[in-house]
């Protein structure tokens, strides 16, 4: 049973940071690619952050470049998000994502976590 268990989340200021982390639990995961999404209320889910597993590629989306950072501890089968400088429209239901590849299209991600929400007030 592939399990991926989102944490972290919470309610800042703007300015503020947050450390996500998605522990990973029946998966030879870290073959592969690692990617956290959101949605946030009203908008369709998009990507922010994907890491190559293998080789630690990254890739951000430009909304988040310069403030968000994703990383990897292969020993615990953790991926971790740091956002930093957060802003209101940070604000959503943050997701982890397990695939093949590192994609954008989150359908082609073949396993998802629950979600762990972030708010953003300013």
């Known amino acids: 049973q592939v399990q991926l268990v989102e944490s972290g989340g919470g309610s800042v200021q703007a300015g503020g940071s947050l450390r996500l982390s998605c522990v990973a639990y029946?998966?030879?995961?870290?073959?592969?690619?690692m990617g956290w999404f959101r949605q946030a209320p009203g908008k369709e889910r998009e990507g922010v952050a994907t890491i190559y597993v293998g080789n630690d590629n990254t890739a951000y989306r430009d909304p988040v470049k310069g403030r968000f950072t994703i990383s990897q501890d292969k020993a615990k089968n953790t991926v971790y998000l740091q956002m930093n400088s957060l802003k209101p429209e940070d604000t959503a239901m943050y997701y982890c994502?397990?695939?093949?590849?590192?994609?954008?299209?989150?359908?082609?991600?073949?396993?998802w976590g629950q979600g762990t929400q972030v708010t953003v007030s300013s």
């Open positions: 994502a397990a695939g093949p590849f590192c994609t954008w299209v989150g359908k082609l991600y073949n396993y």
């Open positions: 029946g998966y030879a995961v870290m073959t592969t690619c």
